[in-house]
């Protein structure tokens, strides 16, 4: 009992310690002094329990309570000593708020002694603003008491001349605002020139731009009407139906082309292996006078290609075809027959792309005001000076008025020139905004004019506001798509029936994947952007799950041009055809 009122003696020694960080290491040394005499009194205890034989339970628990304590007053030492490092810092905090508050307090204080100091000097201007007031109006009828006598009219003579003088300063102050007004009017207008150059020089940009647009939809649409080919500078479209030759050449001329006019055999052999065994009018004719054969632009022939006993006027034959049986050769024959035609255009090198592949401040005038009026000696009397005087005061009326009415003039001018520059700065503006409008235009049609160049070098062929590319090699359905995904693009999305047509033709006769599947769920048929199927066209018996999961669409029987799907598995190999929307 004596060793454990001791313990408890030391621990509440420790605890009572602990709040000053100084102290706690002896703390720290007496509680390891007392475990050690602890200790020591445990094996002494323990020797005596091992004699005794029935006290040891009873001084193991001792044991466990002493050790608790040790350490309870070890955790408790360890709050109070972070506590009090807390406390430091929170102290240190706390004295720099307050060195910020006092700064702060003393910045006001001057703050507030600089305001005092300000509202003060504004009194006292004021006090003299009062002051040199009542001082004027006194003058002022000093003035008008005093005007007989002869020091008063000096005294309107100096202040004549003051006037004349301050005229002459506002005169040439005037005039210089004038000049510059001027300069910048002048610079105005220079610049208002320049901008209208720009903006005429951009306007004939966009409209060459707008006409190049045209030119390359009346190059598309001619050559992806019908099966097109190009030779030298021009690009040559076979139609796909029959007409006589009249309603041949108005289809060539609506499209901006003519019927063609063959002029080299060069030209004459590359578009007879074009034909194949089709035979098609060429714009060649002896309607206007018998015998006179001229082409569609008024040229008359001078190089033919005529097959043998040719032109014979077997019954009015007025009209040229071509055929390249047994070799290439023209005909005559009757205009009102109906035959496949042959259009020409000459074109420029990026329609040969397309059709290749495949297919002042104000100034403002400060009057001073004169506030001591100078006076001169009243014993003057001298007649000479009474004559100059007189003088003096009969033409200086004049003079300022001369120069009042200068001044207004310029005034006048001054704002005539300030309108004429204002309007020149809005005219300006109104002009750089239209320069900025078209230049917008313009480089959004370059932009559209380098992407038409790029696709076409690239293999791609326009239809109806769409690139469509046909892949040489052969991949699965998912590699296919991922391949135009690539490049910007994705499997092709069939529309219309114009769309499914003019697919079928640029196919002849190849199977190619198209971007309609049923993989997320069997007999939904989706398009790659994820809009359902509504208009499908496939072949007889399709879709059919012939051969198990066929969840991926091809074109595939050419001998339909419109009905020609078919379901197939994903992981088969086909070309394929990635579909592009680019805004012409």
């Known amino acids: ?324 049986l047994n070799g290439n050769f023209w005909n005559d024959q009757k205009c009102s027959n109906n035959k496949h035609w042959i259009c020409e255009r000459r074109v420029s090198q990026l329609e040969m792309f397309l059709c290749s592949s495949e297919q002042e401040d104000m100034v403002a005038v400060i009057y001073e005001i004169v506030d001591n009026v100078e006076g001169h000696d009243p014993d003057t009397q001298d007649e000479d000076a009474d004559a100059h005087c007189s003088m003096q005061r009969a033409r200086k009326p004049v003079e300022r008025d001369q120069l009042q009415t200068t001044y207004n003039t310029l005034t006048i001018e001054r704002d005539q020139l300030q309108t004429s520059y204002n309007t020149l700065t809005i005219e300006r503006d109104q002009l750089q905004t239209s320069y900025n409008t078209l230049t917008i235009e313009r480089d959004q049609l370059q932009k559209v004019r380098e992407e038409l160049q790029r696709l076409s070098k690239q293999g791609w062929i326009y239809f109806s506001c769409s690139f469509y590319y046909i892949s040489t090699e052969e991949k699965s359905w998912t590699e296919s798509r991922d391949y135009c995904r690539e490049r910007g693009a994705d499997l092709v999305i069939i529309n219309n029936k114009g769309e499914q047509e003019f697919i079928s033709k640029i196919l002849s006769r190849r199977k190619a994947w198209i971007g309609l599947n049923d993989r997320d769920r069997e007999g939904e048929w989706k398009w790659v952007d994820g809009t359902p199927l509504n208009t499908g066209f496939w072949g007889q018996s399709e879709p059919n799950r012939a051969a198990g999961e066929e969840d991926c669409v091809v074109i595939h029987d050419h001998t339909d041009p419109v009905w020609n799907w078919a379901d197939y598995p994903c992981d088969v190999q086909f070309i394929w055809i990635c579909e592009k929307t680019v805004v012409i």
């Open 1 to 324: 009992m004596e060793m454990s009122e001791e313990i408890y003696a030391n621990a509440e020694g420790t605890a009572d310690d602990g709040a000053d960080y100084s102290d706690s290491e002896h703390s720290y040394e007496d509680v390891y002094a007392n475990e050690d005499n602890l200790e020591t009194q445990r094996t002494g205890s323990f020797k005596q329990s091992e004699s005794s034989g029935g006290d040891t339970a009873w001084s193991r628990c001792y044991r466990v309570t002493a050790v608790c304590v040790v350490l309870l007053c070890v955790l408790l030492l360890t709050a109070v000593t972070v506590l009090w490092i807390r406390f430091n810092n929170l102290t240190t905090e706390n004295n720099q708020l307050q060195t910020s508050y006092n700064n702060l307090t003393i910045e006001r204080d001057q703050l507030q002694t600089s305001y005092n100091t300000l509202t003060i000097q504004r009194d006292q201007l004021q006090t003299r603003y009062n002051t040199l007031t009542t001082e004027n109006n006194q003058l002022k009828i000093s003035y008008n008491t005093l005007t007989k006598e002869r020091g008063q009219l000096q005294t309107r003579y100096n202040t004549l001349t003051t006037e004349n003088n301050q005229l002459k300063i506002s005169y040439n102050t005037l005039t210089k605002e004038r000049g510059q007004l001027q300069t910048s009017y002048n610079t105005l207008t220079k610049e208002r020139g320049q901008l209208q150059i720009s903006y005429n020089t951009l306007t004939k940009e966009r409209d060459q731009l707008q006409r190049e647009r045209d030119g390359y939809r009346s190059t598309l649409d001619l050559c992806y009407k019908g099966r097109c080919f190009n030779f030298d500078s021009s690009v040559y479209c076979m139609s796909n139906e029959m007409k006589n030759w009249e309603k041949s050449r108005q289809d060539c001329r609506d499209k901006g082309a003519d019927l063609v006019i063959i002029n080299s055999k060069e030209e004459q052999e590359f578009i007879g292996k074009q034909l194949g065994s089709s035979r098609a009018w060429i714009g060649l004719s002896d309607g206007a006078v018998e015998g006179k054969w001229k082409w569609v632009d008024g040229t008359p022939l001078t190089t033919a290609f005529w097959a043998e006993r040719e032109p014979n006027n077997e019954g009015e034959e007025d009209c040229a075809e071509i055929f390249s």
